[in-house]
């Protein structure tokens, strides 16, 4: 497979369903998902529309059934304000995580609820192992939707590691397996096997826009987006914008250059979830219990206590590369982790960051992510949302 575009849009041979909206329809429908609710006035001010333009855009929307009305604000001057709001039935999508340890696959609503999943969990990813999983997946998450609703899948969008195959050693899998995946064309395979529009982004890259989407309570407008999983991973906001690069890896903090007892070796071998899996193996220990149970670990507290404090050094790091460079708003930080250790992981963090030199640099806020364990997976599924509507 051969990654040359940031994001993956559905080729020549797909299935025609987008839902073409024009660019006044899109900043409508991006700002009432980021405000939740706006009555008319307010939605033609912060996007600068006249009024009379707001009103026929939003009647539009409302008539295709991606807004309604939501009871009336009283208590003001003069007639109630209506807020208008996202019709959650109003489209959907389906994602598709492709991990290092598990498939995952998402149907989620307009308003970027989860409906339905299903997961599937392995050693390490295979070609045939992934086409069997979508298939069937597929096929459990369509049905749950009536035929109406069918017709508004707006397409599946695809989560997955670039390059899946660079770490073989890493991820305990067997070379040959791994490089399958060099051959493989997950967008027009899959295309053809669902009937459905294919949408790629690098994992982490999705689970960002998921907490761009979805996330971000302090409303920061540029950061670095950190995502520990079985790999480390991340994603990079400037001014509201999702950075893609040349080849969609801006933001691979994991690729980072890292030093450690006068060796240099990437940071994906200091923060990432597979040392924790490692000394957990080596101390007797089920690890596979870190990837079965994302959101409640059982395990040895001094093993994980140990891992947060490595992890954290490199987060540091990666923290401190960010505001030199960028000069951000803050840092994010989320992951396959179960909420407590991801804050004791984001204090650890500020902590570590406070014993390296950041004369001349704007202290980093550093901020525990919002969307959580299964990021990457509505990163997926928002996908296909956003090519249509924001």
């Known amino acids: ?22 660019a006044n329809e899109r ?26 333009s707001a009103t026929v855009i939003i009647k539009k929307l409302e008539s295709d059934g991606l807004v309604k009305r939501l009871t009336p604000i009283k208590g003001g001057v ?17 994602g598709l995580k492709v991990g290092r340890r598990s498939f995952d696959m998402t149907l989620l609503d ?10 599937e969990k392995f050693a390490y990813p295979t070609v045939s192992n992934l086409l069997n999983f ?28 670039f390059e899946i195959w660079s770490w073989a050693e890493e991820a305990g899998a067997p070379k040959k397996e791994l490089d399958e995946w060099k051959e493989f064309d997950p967008q027009s395979t899959l295309e053809s096997l669902l009937n459905l529009p294919v949408f790629i982004k690098n994992d982490a890259g999705a689970a960002c826009s998921a907490e761009m ?28 914008q999702l950075i893609n690069g040349k080849t969609g890896n801006a933001g691979a903090i994991g690729s980072l250059p890292f030093f450690s007892q006068n060796q240099q070796r990437q940071l994906i071998t200091q923060s990432s979830l597979y040392l924790l899996e490692r000394k957990l193996n080596q ?62 992981l984001v204090e650890k963090t500020q902590s570590a960051l406070k014993q390296v030199d950041m004369r001349g640099i ?29």
């Open 78 to 94: 003069g007639q109630p304000k209506v807020p208008f709001g996202l019709n959650a039935n109003g489209a959907f999508s389906i």
């Open 283 to 344: 101390a007797g220990e089920n690890a596979n219990h870190i990837y079965e149970s994302p959101s409640h670990w059982q395990c040895d507290e001094s093993i994980v206590e140990a891992w947060i404090g490595e992890t954290a050094k490199g987060l540091a790091f990666a923290s401190q590369c960010a505001m030199s460079l960028l000069d951000l708003d803050g840092v994010i930080i989320d992951g396959a982790i179960p909420s407590n250790i991801k804050e004791l």
């Open 1 to 22: 497979m051969n990654i040359e575009s940031a994001f993956h849009l559905p080729s020549q041979n797909a299935p025609e369903l987008l839902d073409n909206r024009s």
């Open 27 to 52: 900043a409508i429908l991006t700002l009432i998902r980021q405000r939740i609710a706006l009555p008319k006035a307010e939605i033609a001010q912060l996007t600068g529309l006249s009024a009379q």
């Open 213 to 240: 989407s979805f996330g971000n309570p302090k409303r920061f407008e540029s950061f670095l987006y950190v995502f520990v999983g079985t790999f480390l991973g991340g994603g990079l906001v400037l001014n509201n």
């Open 362 to 390: 704007t202290p980093a806020r550093i901020s525990p992510g919002h969307v959580g364990v299964k990021a990457q997976s509505i990163g997926s599924a928002n996908l296909a949302l956003q090519a249509n509507y924001y």
């Open 134 to 161: 979508a298939e069937r997946a597929f096929n459990v998450l369509t049905k749950s939707l009536d035929t109406a609703q069918q017709r508004l899948v707006r397409g599946l969008g695809i989560a997955m590691p």
């Open 110 to 119: 307009l308003k970027g609820n989860v409906k339905a999943t299903l997961n």
